[in-house]
């Protein structure tokens, strides 16, 4: 009796989620030291004292009226405006608070902007493997996805075949950078290549097409990569922002939306973004928190903890013979499977007590994605079961 | 260039949110101790010392990664535990964890609600006057709101025409009980009934109908009036609470749905209910509040201050001549308007700086909302204005 729609879901769940039920459930059985979960990206690494200390001062000294209140529905001008000055600093941007929308997550933000640009039957670009929660989102208003295929080894997009999928119903272009689930950061030749493809093809079709840039790995870059901000490269862009991982915070669902004024049809994109977030039920993200990260602009998680996995994991799997794109960002590894099915693989892997995604997830078959937001003791243990996973196919 | 369906919001937005941003205008104009708003449902009374104490409990004696990070998209098995224990405790019930899943406030989880049920097309029928966000709520996921007509003097829904209205499309009703924006409580004779018409209806049809029971207001009654717990009346209930109002923290966006599992097709509810939360981008209520809240439960906000301020308007407005009907809940006053049209109504309110929000946003014109979950201090400096704009019609 419920909804048809609902049907599919019912039968398929999340992949990811349900590794995640599976590991709680190996742990009971093996013990929690003898399962190596990789496959969720819940950071590990605790959020900076400052955010703690941030809530505390607020309780402490504002209004509870004013801290756990309604507000406009777009966020509490303060925040927004010290959002945007901070961004300004950083990436020589010129946005002010009527430029930044405060946002449920960055999932709360993707819907917000999906609601507001897509009529049925619009197609959405992105390019895999992606996140799949964005065939979902995409769904939830009509829109019809549109893969672009695989880049392997270097899985920078591939513009040729970006550029023949874009057709007249083409809206939005959904772009993740670093990337979940390959680790990988776009270049700036990539985004200049990409904005080109777009500007032509604006000129061509005569209308707006908008960039989504799902940004919630932007502060996690390695080796003094550059994450370029793309609304500096392409004026229709739409960016959406998440403290999930900057500052560990997944489960406040805390982001926001940033809609530059350069963007067609701003007004009327800002005013209908608002009421999105109203009437698809956020209302507002949750103020505390709103006001909290507006404390911690400045401050960031312990992202070297998540280099130094992101070495021993690489490193070490790469010794055991796996081929592994090297990740730049985010904390994610993209390794192929010793076997054409993902699924198998992942099948076999289970038995060395090993978590992880296939690639058919992130509509890439023949790879499997490793979280490395854990605990470096876990992956210290795990080495062994990935060795002798590898040896298994070596034989 | 944004979604077709957005436009008629981008021109219209919702009244009551103007009426907000007019109000701060107005108050910059004329001085805010000159302006009296009563347009918004945004609690004056402040949150129970126990939730900043729980707040900083927490922060002081969790793992952080575990009191900010990811957890069961329906939130964490502890605090489901123990809300379905007091409302087993409060109402005889006999729910368990299971039964609970937390959500944005009560908004988002409508929302989680519709997109489990809903199929296109399927109706859903509420009594007006009602929440205005429900027609946008049901739009979401192409069903069909109905409603049934006001019933004045005393607003209980008119039965007879609410069995008219139930076709074989029926699949939910939505009541909203204390109600906004009456502040009528529907009693138990009225759920009885309601009941009853659900039952013989689902015989007939041969299938289920769903009651959704938002209860935002729930804790918000006076005159020792009883609110019914309406799973104990009919089987296939869905309740959806928020801890808006109960403890003012409207602005944190968390709440729950309850789902017992007498409701036909429970599993697949329960199932759905969890993923649409996840598709719909709230992916899971802010994590800090849910374990906030789990810690007041027997915690509630001062509501005597709500009902001295509601005798005190109720009692002044009957004075003047105004016809009001007489609230047992919520913190709204419903006012019969002095001419046909409520919203020039509304527009004479505002020559003498009274903002209120005209029956029409609720589907039943002809009458204002008044909501008095402000500071009495403003009350007491409204009540000339209100007699003079008795007066101007009495002329």
């Known amino acids: 009796m419920i909804a048809k729609k609902m049907v599919k879901y019912v039968e398929g769940s999340s992949v990811t989620r349900a590794m995640f039920e599976e590991g709680k459930k190996m742990a009971a059985r093996y013990g929690a030291e003898n399962v190596y979960d990789f496959s969720l990206g819940n950071p590990s690494v605790e959020p900076p004292e400052a955010v703690k200390k941030a809530i505390i001062d607020i309780l402490e000294q504002e209004s509870p009226c004013y801290v756990h209140g309604y507000m406009n529905n777009s966020g509490y001008e303060t925040v927004r405006s010290v959002i945007a000055e901070s961004l300004n600093k950083r990436f020589g941007t010129a946005f002010a608070e009527e430029n930044i929308l405060m946002t449920v997550g960055a999932a709360g933000g993707l819907n917000v902007v999906l609601k507001t640009l897509l009529d049925p039957g619009d197609e959405v670009i992105a390019f895999a493997p992606y996140?799949?929660?964005?065939?979902?989102?995409?769904?939830?208003?009509?829109?019809?996805?549109?893969?672009?295929?695989?880049?392997?080894?270097?899985?920078?997009?591939?513009?040729?075949?970006?550029?023949?999928?874009?057709?007249?119903?083409?809206k939005a272009v959904i772009i993740n950078n670093p990337n979940n689930p390959t680790g990988v950061v776009y270049s700036e030749e990539t985004i200049r290549a990409l904005a080109d493809v777009l500007e032509k093809k604006q000129k061509e079709y005569g209308k707006a097409i908008y960039l989504i840039a799902d940004e919630p790995y932007r502060e996690l870059a390695y080796d003094g990569v550059k994450v370029p901000y793309l609304t500096k490269y392409y004026d229709n862009t739409i960016v959406g922002y998440?403290?999930?991982?900057?500052?560990?915070?997944?489960?406040?669902?805390?982001?926001?939306?940033?809609?530059?004024?350069?963007?067609?049809?701003?007004?009327?994109?800002?005013?209908?973004?608002?009421?999105?977030?109203?009437?698809?039920?956020?209302?507002?993200?949750?103020?505390?928190?709103?006001?909290?990260?507006?404390?911690?602009?400045?401050?960031?998680?312990?992202?070297a903890a998540y280099d130094r996995n992101r070495?021993?994991?690489?490193?070490?799997?790469?010794?055991?013979?796996?081929?592994?794109?090297?990740?730049?960002?985010?904390?994610?590894?993209?390794?192929?499977?010793?076997?054409?099915?993902?699924?198998?693989?992942?099948?076999?892997?289970?038995?060395?007590?090993?978590l992880v995604v296939p690639g058919s997830s992130f509509m890439c078959p023949g790879y499997v994605r490793i979280a490395y937001c854990v605990d470096p003791e876990m992956i210290k243990r795990s080495l062994p079961a990935f060795k002798k996973l590898a040896q298994s196919y070596q034989k």
């Open 311 to 354: 070495r021993m994991l690489f490193d070490a799997l790469t010794e055991y013979g796996y081929e592994v794109v090297r990740p730049e960002g985010a904390f994610y590894l993209w390794v192929k499977t010793m076997e054409e099915n993902d699924k198998e693989f992942v099948a076999r892997a289970k038995e060395y007590n090993l």
């Open 242 to 303: 998440s403290y999930s991982k900057s500052l560990s915070l997944p489960g406040e669902r805390i982001g926001y939306l940033v809609i530059p004024k350069e963007a067609d049809d701003f007004e009327n994109i800002i005013c209908a973004a608002n009421v999105a977030n109203r009437i698809l039920g956020f209302v507002n993200a949750p103020s505390l928190m709103q006001l909290a990260v507006a404390k911690c602009l400045d401050e960031q998680t312990d992202v």
């Open 131 to 170: 996140f799949g929660e964005y065939n979902n989102y995409v769904a939830n208003f009509e829109g019809k996805m549109v893969a672009v295929s695989p880049n392997p080894p270097l899985f920078q997009p591939n513009m040729a075949e970006f550029e023949s999928k874009i057709t007249p119903k083409t």
